[in-house]
């Protein structure tokens, strides 16, 4: 059985930076693509980085320079480095798992959500 689970979130001021992890179970980073996404109430999923199996990295327009998402093969676990945080970065976040190279808006497989605030 797969799972996806998110640490690391929190209240933070702006500015100030936070490490989410996504510790995942159950599959291989070696074959599966993990993105983040977020989600404010009554606003659209957000898909803001991806990681494919093969170590290839992208970012939403919002978040490049900022954050960083990097990944351990052998500990099963993708992080998300937020530097430069913004309230407008307050959202629940969500891991996500892809077969294969992709990074999609739909993913198989989903975390439970760490919610992440921006506030001072």
């Known amino acids: 059985q797969s799972q996806l689970v998110e640490s690391g979130g929190g209240l933070v001021q702006p500015g100030g930076s936070l490490r989410l992890s996504c510790e995942v179970s159950g599959i291989s980073l070696n074959y599966y693509s993990i993105g983040w996404f977020r989600q404010v109430p009554g606003k659209e999923r957000e898909g803001i980085s991806c990681i494919t199996s093969s170590g290839r990295a992208n970012y939403v327009d919002s978040v490049k320079g900022r954050f960083t998402i990097s990944k351990d093969n052998a500990k099963s676990t993708v992080y998300l480095q937020m530097n430069s945080l913004e309230p407008e970065d307050t959202a629940i976040y969500y891991c996500?798992?892809?077969?294969?190279?992709?990074?999609?808006?739909?993913?198989?497989?989903w975390g439970q959500g760490t919610q992440v605030t921006v506030s001072s």
């Open positions: 996500t798992a892809e077969w294969d190279n992709r990074c999609s808006s739909s993913p198989e497989y």
